[in-house]
């Protein structure tokens, strides 16, 4: 088995994690041998494995345990030989994950360095888009369950989970050096932790695909709002109707829809927007695609369109005054958020 003297590890759930981890990659781990696990089957589509050393899918035990008795318990450790055999034998091993309070990812902190004889074990965390601009403590309750998952090693000396408290994606740990963040994004992390990314995407060529003839284009980002409480059906039929009058009043009638992938209902959408399902992420695909105005309502696909686009873009946000958050104070943290990042509301 080949030695390598640094390899880093991306765990990720989303195309935005994914476009990190890229980012990751090519500015901070230049050199390494370089491995991308991924737990949600969709991203499959977006992954381009030639970009890596090592790849693969890495199946959620709750989700998808293996047959049969103590399946849950199986495939975490057939998780942990799978990306073992991945990383190989190293000096160095560099963890990367969105949150470090799950079971499906925090085994790793002990197998891992375990398994490749690493001598030096760092964990850093993702952005995750709006997740990431406030902390979330650990209850004692989830605390409580840490204890439980621990008990693991009793059976399998492997699943030692790492317990620790504070920010439930693991900010505070002692395990944590560094936290990657998006720019222009609020955090609440430790400064000294803090690492900023650069654009996630390059934007240089944005306007080259711009659309024929004199006539503006938009894009309507779609995601659920009724099924997930965001806003009641009354208000959702409200806030389509009010997004459509607003491009007509505009005069733009070159209109592109793109739905949430959670969304099958397409809320947002009307008859005469055109679809459009790119086979890439949606910030890769506006890095390629000139729109002139980008319309949607709560979704964080607004901030990086606006981090993508030059000002000369509106990126635009509808029905804030109704939509239902779960506090006044993440109702005014996410505001200031988009507000910072340059969306304006409608």
């Known amino acids: 088995m080949s030695h390598f003297q640094k390899v880093a590890v991306y765990f990720v759930a989303s195309p935005l994690q994914y476009l990190a981890a890229r980012r990751i990659a090519e500015h901070f781990e230049s050199g390494a041998r370089q491995v991308l696990v991924w737990y949600k089957p969709g991203l499959k589509s977006i992954i381009n494995a030639a970009e890596w050393d090592a790849c693969s899918y890495m199946p959620w035990p709750r989700l998808e345990p293996l047959p049969g008795v103590f399946g849950r318990h199986r495939r975490l450790r057939a998780n942990i030989r799978m990306v073992a055999d991945l990383v190989g034998s190293c000096d160095t091993l560099v963890l990367h994950s969105a949150v470090f309070d799950t079971e499906a990812i925090n085994y790793f902190l002990h197998a891992l360095p375990a398994a490749s004889g690493a001598q030096r074990t760092y964990a850093r965390i993702l952005p995750d888009g709006l997740i990431s601009i406030r902390r979330y403590p650990l209850t004692m309750t989830k605390r409580l369950v840490q204890r439980i998952r621990k008990l693991r090693r009793l059976f399998a000396p492997e699943l030692d989970y790492q317990c620790f408290s504070g920010d439930?994606?693991?900010?505070?740990?002692?395990?944590?050096?560094?936290?990657?963040?998006?720019?222009?994004?609020?955090?609440?992390?430790?400064?000294?932790?803090?690492c900023l990314l650069p654009p996630l995407v390059d934007a240089s060529h944005s306007s080259q695909d711009r659309a024929k003839g004199n006539g503006w284009r938009a894009l309507v980002i779609g995601q659920p709002l009724t099924d997930t409480g965001l806003l009641s059906a009354r208000y959702t039929a409200e806030v389509t109707a009010q997004i459509r009058e607003w491009l007509a009043q505009q005069g733009i009638t070159d209109i592109d829809?793109?739905?949430?992938?959670?969304?099958?209902?397409?809320?947002?959408?009307?008859?005469?927007?055109?679809?459009?399902?790119?086979?890439?992420?949606?910030?890769a695909y506006m890095a390629s695609t000139h729109y002139d105005v980008v319309i949607g309502v709560r979704s964080s696909a607004l901030l990086f369109a606006r981090q993508i686009y030059p000002e000369s873009v509106k990126v635009l946000a509808f029905g804030w005054d109704r939509v239902r958050f779960k506090s006044k104070q993440e109702q005014a943290d996410m505001k200031k958020a988009f507000s910072d990042c340059g969306v304006e509301f409608v």
């Open 168 to 194: 439930r994606i693991g900010s505070d740990a002692a395990f944590c050096d560094r936290i990657y963040v998006l720019p222009s994004l609020p955090n609440e992390y430790p400064a000294e932790k803090v």
């Open 257 to 283: 829809y793109k739905a949430h992938p959670k969304d099958p209902a397409k809320e947002l959408y009307q008859p005469d927007y055109r679809l459009v399902d790119p086979a890439c992420a949606l910030e």
